[in-house]
């Protein structure tokens, strides 16, 4: 009884479930439900899966309509497995209730599972309602497990397997590439290649065109069907106009060719087994009939080549007997190896023959008689040992003929090499080249002679071993021994001549050699007086003919003494002349007494008595004319003396009066003695004798020129040249120039700005003192000391930019700020103590010069207080609180309070605050006064603070200004003032245009000339002081 719950139930599907492959369904996508929704799809695998039923449904004599209507009922769908399986299933029910219907469904699911297919999802109830999703999930799975599933190649299953078969089939063919079963397969060109591999009668693939899928694909539908029994399960259309088409579909239908060519190719493979089995036995029997062809073959090859091996017929030359051995060198070469490849071949046919046959299982080959392996390798061990015996003997015969033939070769080339060396060797000996040659040549062949001699005795032991080899020749009957021993006598002979002709040449060359030695020492003798005499008087002649350059009398008569003592020594030289030509006559003689021929020259030297004597009456030539070329010398030299002299005398009194009148402007401009106009009129003065003073300057320019005509280079009676005197009188002139201009512009800024003379004394002995080597100009550290103690005398209270702007209106401005610093004139001090000064007295005397207050340092009548400096090096001094009071010396006083000795800066009074002091940079001048900047400054009510006499700083009478000290210590103080604002300080013209004035400060200090480019640029903030690379340098003023 079918229990109907159970029947009801789902059953899994498209799982993993066991089976005699493995997990095939592993390999397989999971079934996407989703996709069945794809209308594309759903009618693809519809006709698909309808069309792949009823090729197996037809067998059974049945087909379907509606796949998801005619498998309702369980009927065709058990008789589907029936046919596919081959196995029977259970009866079926025959009712046509939902029940009857179930239980043939589930009969069916139950087959599948047996299979081993796991189903999910599916059950009858589903099957029954006609899910079309379900029953197309259903057939999929039936396809898998009997359609491919059992496709296997090369260890691959399922679809991997039915892949690689579809690309190895179509591999071959062009425009095929065959990944996957959807998108390879849309041209159709797949299709038509499986068909073409298996039937290449029914498709003409090379017409096909890649461009024409549907033609392509209905082709191989065509032909399949009508061909291969494969009904048509594709429509050409939906596969080319779906973008993928179904992945199932292609692989249900591709299994169809499989299982259609896989019949065909196991019938074939029967047919190919029979015919390799024939074949075999046909190629077996070849075999045999080779073998027996090949072994009577080699084995009468053998027969008739030993006989030849074993022959022995000796030779009695060389070359017969080295063309036997090269007879069998060529059968060992050409004839033997064919044989040892038909042997070699014989024994392969033989191993192949008998294992083929072992291996089909019938009996062995067994060769005729005489004709086995064993007697073949038998006979061709004969063969091998005739062919050494016969090696051996050619070998040894061959090397007997060697010998004898190395002997009368041996004896033939000694003979040669003998007969050669001694050719020309008789002729030398007899040769009389000695009567000709000269001592050296005679030597050079004695040596020659004995090398000869050593080479002759050498030549001994060839003799020797010629006559030895003749002997051996003859022992061994050589067929050409009688012209062996006819050359070997003429040897012998010859031999005996050369010894007595070398014993008769040693005697006259050792003859010939005495007499030469006594001519060689007159020769050496005559070279060694002869080259230094000849020398001597190439030395002469140069000396006689050298030009000589002397600027001095005391040169040209050295040169004159020196000529004297020359000419003294002429009568020795021709004395050494007359002996050194004797030597030479000597050896002359004793050639002719001996009959020896003389070289053409001496060999010691190239002097010749001709070259002697043509030298020494050049000499006799040359000293007159030197005589005459002094004496004209010397008379030019008195001439240029006398120029010199001229010369000297007059550059004498131009150039100290030049160098006088430049220190006596110089002292002018750095002493200032008297005011403006009584300088001006002086230096004017100056410059009416300066003029006056011109005609001696013309004077030493013609006495001058007349030393330069003369080519007067040096002039030892003065000091002074003419460069330096132009030099000195146009820097005179110039100096003088300048100087009258420097102190007409002081007079006319003195007059407009109202700067005392007293003010610009001060000034420049401020300037002084930096200039220590009084050149009227700082160098770098001077410059910069100079800034350094210009700034301490002012940075108390008061920006850099205001000093800057103080000495602007000091320097007279020219620049257009000289009108605002003019209404903000007037006088005043600045508190402060130099760097480094001792400790002063409480009471200490007012300093010379004009001290100026500027900005932190006024206040309306009130002392200072809180005065301090910054660290070393700071151009601003920080300003005390505002309403801060002075700090005095005593009751009532307005001075900065004094330290104790030592402590510079530390107050007196008790509590009394300190003022701090940077290192010292500034020094006193000799007369010890402090060195101050001179100028004037106004305060904004218009009183000028002027200098007061010695005693406690003042302030000159006047209308009283809020900025001014109180004139003595008993003066009232009125209320303190705030400090004066920057934009106070700019309206009183403090700070406008400070730079460009700040050069001209330096100009009516230093009374030069400035240069508009020596001073670039400085920072307001750092004390006025130059930045970069700035090297202010002054126009030198006149050297005192």
Same mark, same amino acid.
């Given at each position: ?65 509606? =796949? ?304 086995? %392996? ?24 061959? #090397? ?128 060694? #007086? ?65 009959? =020896? ?92 004798? =300066? ?117 602007? %209106? ?19 001090? %600045? ?63 307005? #001075? ?145």
């Amino acid at each position: 009884m079918v229990d109907y719950h159970s029947a009801g139930q789902p059953h899994p599907y498209g799982g993993n479930g066991p089976g005699p492959n493995g997990d095939y369904m592993a390999q397989e996508d999971d079934w996407d439900r989703d996709l069945l929704l794809d209308p594309a799809w759903e009618k693809q695998q519809r006709k698909t899966f309808t069309a792949w039923c009823n090729s197996h449904l037809r067998k059974a004599g049945t087909q379907i309509e509606n =796949i998801d209507e005619d498998f309702r009922d369980g009927l065709k769908l058990m008789l589907l497995l029936e046919v596919i399986s081959g196995e029977r299933l259970p009866k079926p029910e025959r009712g046509k209730m939902r029940v009857h219907k179930i239980n043939n469904v589930n009969k069916a699911l139950d087959f599948i599972a047996s299979k081993g297919v796991k189903l999910v999802s599916i059950g009858a109830e589903e099957i029954v309602d006609g899910n079309a999703k379900m029953t197309l999930g259903m057939i999929w799975t039936i396809i898998l497990r009997f359609a491919i599933q059992d496709i296997s190649v090369e260890e691959t299953s399922a679809k991997e397997g039915l892949l690689l078969w579809c690309q190895r089939k179509t591999a071959p063919y062009k425009n095929v590439n065959v990944q996957n079963f959807h998108i390879s397969w849309k041209d159709g060109l797949a299709f038509n290649a499986l068909i073409h591999r298996h039937r290449p009668e029914l498709i003409e693939y090379d017409k096909l065109r890649k461009d024409d899928p549907v033609t392509n694909l209905n082709n191989a539908f065509e032909v399949a069907e009508k061909y291969l029994d494969i009904p048509k399960m594709l429509d050409a259309e939906d596969i080319v106009n779906t973008a993928r088409p179904d992945e199932k579909a292609i692989m249900t239908y591709v299994s169809s060719f499989y299982h259609a060519f896989s019949g065909a190719q196991k019938a074939e493979t029967a047919a190919n087994r029979i015919c390799k089995v024939l074949a075999v036995n046909q190629e077996n029997e070849q075999l045999m009939e080779d073998y027996e062809r090949l072994a009577s073959d080699l084995l009468a090859w053998i027969q008739r080549t030993i006989p030849w091996l074993e022959a022995r017929d000796p030779q009695k030359t060389i070359p017969a007997m080295q063309q036997k051995l090269e007879d069998f060198r060529e059968y060992r070469r050409v004839h033997k190896p064919p044989k040892v490849q038909e042997k070699c071949q014989l024994e392969i046919n033989f191993n192949t023959l008998q294992t083929k046959l072992r291996l089909s299982g019938r009996p062995a080959f067994m060769p005729s008689e005489g004709r086995m %392996v064993s007697d073949i390798g038998a006979g061709w061990q004969r063969l091998e040992q005739a062919e050494k015996g016969h090696e051996e003997w050619l070998l040894t015969e061959l #090397r007997r003929l060697e010998r004898l033939d190395h002997l009368a070769e041996k004896f033939r080339q000694k003979a040669s090499i003998h007969e050669g060396w001694t050719e020309g060797k008789e002729v030398a000996l007899r040769d009389r080249d000695s009567g000709t040659a000269s001592l050296a040549q005679v030597r050079a062949l004695l040596r020659k002679h004995e090398a000869f001699e050593s080479d002759l005795a050498a030549h001994q032991d060839r003799v020797e071993q010629i006559a030895a080899i003749a002997q051996e020749l003859n022992e061994l009957d050589y067929y050409d021994a009688p012209s062996v021993n006819a050359r070997c006598q003429k040897i012998c002979d010859q031999w005996d001549l050369l010894g007595s002709l070398t014993h008769s040449r040693r005697e006259a060359l050792e003859k010939t050699e005495k007499q030469l030695e006594t001519i060689d020492e007159l020769h050496l003798e005559y070279a060694k #007086r002869a080259a230094p005499f000849n020398n001597w008087m190439e030395s002469a002649m140069e000396d006689l003919q050298d030009m000589f350059i002397v600027h001095t009398i005391e040169e040209i008569q050295g040169l004159i003494a020196a000529h004297e003592q020359f000419k003294s020594t002429l009568p020795d030289a021709d004395k050494e002349r007359e002996a050194i030509l004797g030597i030479q006559r000597e050896a002359q003689r004793m050639a002719e007494l001996h009959g =020896i021929q003389l070289p053409a020259s001496n060999p010691y030297t190239s002097v010749t008595a001709q070259v002697i004597n043509s030298k020494w009456e050049r000499v006799q030539q040359l000293v007159p004319q030197r005589d005459q070329a002094l004496q004209e010398e010397q008379a030019r030299q008195d001439s240029n003396e006398r120029l010199r002299r001229q010369f000297g005398s007059q550059a004498n009194r131009v150039g100290p009066w030049i160098q006088t009148k430049m220190e006596e402007i110089g002292r002018i401009s750095i002493e200032m003695n008297g005011t403006l106009e009584d300088q001006l009129n002086h230096l004017k003065e100056y410059e009416e004798n =300066i003029v006056e003073y011109k005609p001696n300057l013309e004077l030493l320019e013609q006495q001058h020129q007349l030393v330069q005509e003369a080519l007067i280079f040096d002039n030892q009676h003065s000091n002074y040249t003419m460069e330096h005197l132009r030099v000195g009188w146009e820097q005179l002139l110039t100096t003088i120039a300048r100087t009258i201009n420097e102190v007409e512009n002081q007079i006319l800024t003195r007059d407009a700005k109202g700067i005392s003379q007293e003010q610009m004394q001060e000034f420049r002995a401020s300037f002084n003192h930096f200039d220590k080597d009084h050149g009227g100009a700082l160098g770098p550290e001077e410059f910069k000391a100079f800034i350094d103690f210009m700034s301490q005398e002012t940075t108390d209270t008061d920006t850099a930019e205001q000093v800057i702007n103080s000495f602007r %209106v000091l320097a007279g401005d020219k620049h257009g700020g000289g009108a605002a610093a003019g209404a903000a004139g007037g006088a005043g001090r %600045v508190l402060h103590r130099p760097h480094g000064a001792l400790p002063r007295p409480r009471r200490r005397p007012r300093r010379p010069g004009l001290q100026i207050l500027l900005h932190g340092a006024l206040r309306r009548e009130r002392p200072l207080s809180g005065i301090h400096r910054d660290p070393p090096g700071s151009p601003r001094v920080p300003q005390d609180p505002p309403g801060s009071p002075w700090i005095p010396d005593g009751p009532g006083s307005s #001075r900065i309070p004094e330290g104790p000795p030592g402590s510079p800066g530390i107050p007196e009074d008790p509590g009394s605050p300190r003022v701090p002091q940077d290192p010292p940079k500034v020094t006193k001048d000799p007369s010890g006064s402090l060195l101050m900047v001179p100028g004037t400054l106004q305060d904004p009510q218009g009183s000028q603070i002027t200098k007061d006499p010695p005693g406690p700083p003042r302030i000159p009478d006047g209308p009283r200004s809020p900025w001014i000290l109180p004139e003595d210590p008993g003066s009232p103080t009125p209320p303190h003032p705030p400090p004066p604002t920057m934009q106070q300080l700019i309206d009183f013209g403090i700070f406008r245009d400070a730079i460009p004035a700040f050069p001209r400060l330096f100009l009516v200090a230093g009374r030069g000339e400035r240069n508009s480019q020596e001073f670039p640029g400085f920072s307001t903030g750092s004390a006025a002081r130059p930045k970069g690379s700035l090297s202010p340098r002054l126009p030198p003023a006149p050297h005192s």
